[in-house]
């Protein structure tokens, strides 16, 4: 291998995901069941407080800000379109006119993904805080009282999983998809 392949290089060991025909459908199928777990296991706490907990403590909106930062997290993460995050300066200028418009773009792109990063693990250390303080300091350690806050805990981490695999379900070079340029 020549000194520029090592140096565009992010990993020292080539990590390549296998492609086969499905690969990014699958992805795709595993993320949505994973994210579907995921608000599923915080609905089920979220109908536990409504109508069987007998308990003085419910889930209130403090309990579903970190769930909606998680999922707004992951739109805006599985939005971007992943070719913008690269600069493509030094390249064919002719698509964009100049390498500065791609510079500018690449920036707002990656601006954009750690603002979608941040909601998402804004999401998850929230849902940890709210279990703290809510349950935990309050001596709410009764399991079926404590599970509405660990029920919180783990959709934001499902959520979390099944941004991770969408995203690299996106990545996946198909076989057969083609890049077409104009």
Not at 38 to 60: C, E, I, P, Q, R
Not at 97 to 118: H, N, V
Request: charged residues 15%; glycine residues 10%.
């Amino acid at each position: 291998m020549d000194s520029h392949q090592e140096s565009n290089r992010l990993f020292r060991i080539p990590f390549k995901i296998p492609s086969f025909h499905g690969v990014r459908t699958l992805g795709v199928y595993i993320s949505g069941m994973f994210y579907a777990l995921g608000f599923w296991v915080f609905l089920d706490s979220v109908l536990y407080s409504k109508h069987a907990n007998a308990s003085d403590v419910h889930v209130t909106f403090i309990d579903w800000i970190p769930f909606l930062c998680s999922t707004l997290g992951m739109l805006i993460v599985n939005s971007i379109e992943k070719s913008r995050l690269i600069n493509l300066e030094g390249g064919n200028g002719f698509m964009s006119g100049s390498g500065d418009m791609d510079s500018a773009m690449a920036w707002q792109a990656r601006s954009i993904l750690f603002c979608g990063f941040a909601l998402l693990a804004g999401g998850l250390s929230g849902s940890i805080v709210v279990l703290i303080i809510k349950f935990l300091i309050k001596d709410y350690t009764t399991y079926p009282t404590v599970g509405m806050g660990i029920n919180n805990v783990l959709g934001n981490i499902f959520i979390l999983i099944s941004c991770i695999i969408l995203w690299i379900a996106q990545n996946v070079e198909d076989e057969y998809s083609y890049s077409l340029t104009i």
